[in-house]
């Protein structure tokens, strides 16, 4: 019986879809159990091996649910809206929908030619106007509700328009601009009906308000901070800068700290878990007024969680975009400030954030006061401060900050040494006493605990501060000015944003001649014709980000047929919520964070059953591929020369660069000694036309031997593996244990050919455990030995406990080390392998589906086949084999029964052959018995 894995697979696949056996429906007999896996974007390159690698952890877990008697919620859809379909529209006029369509298309044929167990039936898609109009749908809400501090939850806007009514903003515990006026009811009575909704803008938990963003010109956009690496979009590499612009925004800083505390709830990494925390950012401390030198009505706010520290500030730094700039800057210094402006609107905010040495700066020629003792402090604007962060400005204390300390350094401004309110209190007031440190007389000598609240309270009195808790998390910028994204479902009247009726979802994305910018400016759906709210009021032009429909995906996936609601009151009440999440930790402060938030503002109108959506998440490593080089002689004049590079240690002068080579022109890639022999340089000259003509030395083998090294498998390196070319070689199977084989699945490892071999040739001595010694399947009814019990059962114990913790790649070692040992006993018993096919079913589903079918079972054994349950008493010994010794030292060894008291194995020791001889005419002085392990026999 050959093992053809093409010829298996494609009747189980077959097989598979008609009978529709990953189609799952509700089921209140059996527990459910919910799989997520982070779903993709569908680019058109296809997936490569990297790719799979989280769905092969899921899938294995899901099939071995469903065998333990879940009701197994496995779906899959995609992330289709987004940049990249839109670039190429731009390049080719092809809209974004057709070149998703076809990539969506080739994503489902690699798909399912991996085997997936998931419920097709259920896919999605967010670009689909049925799914979209549930995006939008929620984003209404957002936009109708608002939040209670008091009620600490989303409460409708209708309330907070009834608070006003009544008392104004008075008393009012809600979450809101920092900027918003206090008006009185009778003041809100007498705005007009716009002037009402524009102050209403400043409570609700979606709004337009003016924010800095990344603008990338070229691109026509705004990106966000995951969409720019070093100052440039990452597709394109074009330049980004931070420019002020209207956007919509999300209100996700009233739900600080429910998403922070909420951490504590979920079985999620923790160093996930961390950066979210970080990210969140929550402080205690003071909020502290500076007022103007000049103008001592004007004040610069700053917030520091060490107040205690403020007698140590000798300089003011702003961010450059501070409201106040163009106020402070005297005209001697004007041109300076908007040369440097200028340079830090090129900068994104990740690069800002993360240089820590370089320091830059320009001084306002202006001085604020310090509120505690009067000093003249001078104002500067630096890129290490941004405005939207705190209050945009920093009271800078060089003696307690590094990066304060580097500043004052680089501008000669002064250092004071300052009394740290946390130090010793006699050494504090010996310091006080020899005047080395500035402070005051209100905290000297007290301990941190005690001069905080005393400082605090005194700037209370003074109104020059007070106490405050901080957020780094701010709004979330919800407006993209992109054509290939949801429409937002409001248009403009008069200024003022205003929603279109709930019947008019969805709100369709209109035709557009071109995928760009308007020539004034706006954003690509400014082409479309005759696009107008009622054929007289402008819609919102720019669309949502990509974030907005991957943040509720999970409870489509549980009901996607619904026209009447995102999902039904009996689904989410059965599924509930998603029990096990795999993706990547790259999404860790981006979708993760806000699809936190969107569930919690969901759970809050009752619409869901959890305030977290995700019980536990994986986070998949990343497969990383090797890259080949060769090597290029640098100096060479006239003709350009590579050298192999084993013989490059003959040329120690040279200088060499290395120039990748695609994968696939290269021989036994991934292994040590892997080359380019002459079909492969021939390959390289027709791939890299400027190198034609080039000299190229090989070795002695006539081989150009590559330099290898492990690196991102990604389409720039040239060394993306199709998982299509492994799976037409190996076999679908064999591509999936041997992802899992590779390591640990939350470790980064690297793609080797050279192990997947290893992993082929376990599963065909699999398979050949059913076949006789002509090939012919065959398996014995015979009833099985202990041995070969206990073969299975350790199997069997190993595998669950592997899986039940995630640990795949042990799971296949148990698998190989149970065949070698069958094949060593010749095991072709019912008994053994039946149960040893449904263990290895999750795994290897097609090899599985296929022997159950062999086996004589109809149906399928995903479907009808029941986990093998183990049983400790086939691990038991009947027999334990012990070391006899005589004074410490063995002389002999001897099996007895596993049960024999220590009275009988101390006197059938005695009575061993072996151990008369060594004890014959001597004096048995004791004897020592350490159950199942050894013998110890005392003689003098």
Excluded at 729 to 749: S, T, W
Aim: aromatic share 12%; with cysteine.
């Amino acid at each position: 019986m050959e093992y053809k894995p093409g010829e298996i697979e494609s009747k189980c696949k077959a097989f598979w879809e008609k009978e529709g056996i990953y189609k799952v429906n509700i089921d209140p007999d059996k527990p459910k159990y919910y799989v997520l896996d982070m779903f993709p974007y569908p680019s058109g390159s296809g997936l490569h091996v990297g790719h799979p690698l989280g769905y092969i952890a899921s899938d294995i877990y899901s099939r071995y649910k469903r065998l333990k008697g879940f009701n197994v919620l496995h779906p899959m859809g995609y992330d289709a809206f987004g940049l990249p379909a839109e670039q190429y529209a731009i390049q080719t006029g092809v809209h974004p929908a057709k070149s998703t369509t076809e990539n969506i298309q080739r994503y489902r044929e690699q798909l399912d030619n991996i085997g997936f167990s998931f419920d097709w039936s259920r896919e999605v898609q967010t670009c689909d106007p049925a799914y979209y109009k549930w995006t939008q749908w929620i984003f209404m809400q957002l936009y109708n509700h608002y939040y209670d501090t008091s009620a600490d939850k989303a409460l409708p806007i209708e309330t907070l328009v009834q608070h006003l009514e009544q008392q104004g903003n008075a008393n009012l515990n809600a979450v809101a601009n920092k900027e918003t006026p206090e008006i009185t009811a009778e003041a809100w009575k007498n705005m007009s009906e716009g002037e009402q909704q524009l102050f209403l803008l400043n409570y609700r938990l979606t709004f337009p308000e003016e924010s800095y963003v990344n603008w990338c010109p070229q691109l026509g956009t705004v990106l966000s901070n995951d969409e720019v690496k070093d100052g440039v979009s990452e597709r394109g590499g074009y330049p980004v800068e931070r420019k002020l612009m209207q956007q919509w925004s999300m209100r996700i800083t009233a739900y600080a700290d429910r998403l922070l505390y909420g951490l504590d709830n979920v079985d999620w990494p923790e160093s996930l878990k961390e950066q979210q925390r970080n990210w969140i950012g929550r402080s205690q401390g003071a909020s502290v007024k500076f007022a103007l030198e000049e103008t001592p009505d004007t004040k610069i706010e700053v917030f520091t969680t060490r107040v205690d520290t403020i007698y140590g500030v000798t300089f003011m730094v702003l961010a450059p975009e501070h409201e106040l700039v163009a106020q402070l800057t005297k005209p001697e210094q004007q041109e300076e400030i908007e040369k440097y402006i200028k340079w830090t609107a090129s900068r994104s905010e990740v690069e800002r954030m993360a240089e820590v040495k370089k320091v830059t700066g320009a001084f306002t020629g202006s001085y604020c006061l310090n509120p505690v003792n009067g000093e003249k402090v001078p104002i500067y604007i630096a890129d290490y401060v941004l405005a939207g962060y705190g209050t945009g400005a920093v009271m800078a204390v060089p003696s307690g900050d590094q990066r304060d300390w580097n500043f004052a350094k680089h501008f000669g401004l002064p250092i004071v040494p300052i009394l740290d309110a946390q130090q010793n209190l006699d050494e504090a007031a010996d310091a006080t006493k020899e005047g080395k440190y500035i402070n005051s007389e209100l905290i000297n000598g007290l301990a941190y605990e005690e001069a905080v609240p005393k400082l605090i309270s005194w700037l209370e009195t003074q109104g020059a501060g007070r106490g405050k808790i901080q957020y780094r998390l701010r709004n979330a910028v919800f407006s993209r000015q992109r054509y290939w994204g949801e429409p937002v479902p409001a248009y403009w009247k008069d200024g003022v944003p205003y929603l279109i009726d709930e019947s008019e979802l969805p709100l369709v994305l209109p035709q557009v001649d071109k995928y760009l910018p308007t020539e004034t400016g706006e954003p690509p759906l400014g082409r479309a014709n005759d696009w107008k709210y009622k054929g007289q009021y402008d819609y919102e032009l720019s669309t949502m980000p990509g974030w907005a429909g991957s943040s509720w995906y999970w409870y489509r996936y549980m009901d996607p047929g619904n026209d009447q609601a995102f999902v039904s009151k009996e689904d989410v009440d059965y599924w509930q919520d998603v029990d096990l999440y795999i993706g990547g930790s790259e999404h860790a402060v981006g979708h993760l964070l806000y699809s936190r938030f969107w569930n919690h503002f969901l759970y809050d109108l009752g619409l869901v059953p959890k305030k977290e959506y995700a019980k536990k998440l994986i986070n998949q490593g990343m497969i990383q591929g090797v890259i080949e080089f060769i090597y290029f002689d640098k100096n060479s004049t006239g003709q350009k020369r590579f050298v192999s590079a084993d013989l490059t240690g003959q040329y120690p002068d040279t200088e060499w660069a290395q120039i990748p080579v695609h994968v696939d022109f290269v021989s036994d890639y991934g292994k040590d000694d892997s080359y380019l022999d002459e079909r492969g340089i021939q390959q390289f000259l027709e791939w890299r036309p400027e190198f034609k003509g080039a000299a190229f030395e090989t070795n002695a083998e006539g081989k150009m031997v590559t330099y290898s090294e492990v690196g991102k498998m990604s389409k720039s390196k040239f060394n993306v593996i199709n998982p299509d070319d492994v799976v037409a070689q190996y076999g679908a199977d064999c591509f999936r244990m041997y992802e899992m084989f590779l390591g640990p699945i939350e470790q980064a490892k690297p793609w080797d050919t050279q192990g997947i071999d290893g992993v082929y040739k376990f599963l065909r001595r699999f398979y050949d455990l059913f076949s006789d010694k002509d090939g012919h399947f065959t398996v014995s009814d015979e009833a099985p030995d202990k041995a070969e019990l206990k073969v299975l059962h350790q199997a069997i114990q190993k595998v669950e406990q592997d899986i039940e913790r995630f640990s795949f790649n042990t799971c296949v070692s148990a698998f190989m080390i149970a065949t070698n040992e069958l094949r060593k006993m010749k095991c072709n018993k019912r008994d053994i392998l039946e149960p040893l096919t449904v263990l290895i079913a999750p795994f290897a589903p097609f090899t599985a589906e296929d022997l159950w079918s062999k086996l004589g079972h109809g149906g399928s054994v995903h479907r009808d086949g029941q986990y093998p349950a183990f049983n400790p008493e086939y691990l038991k010994e009947d027999e334990v084999e012990y070391p006899i010794a005589i004074n410490g030292k063995t002389r002999a060894t001897a099996s007895f029964p596993s049960d024999a008291s220590k009275e009988d194995l101390e006197a059938a020791a005695r009575e061993l052959e072996d151990i008369q001889k060594w004890i014959e005419g001597k004096t048995i002085r004791k004897v020592i018995v350490v159950p199942k392990r050894m013998i110890n026999i005392v003689v003098g």
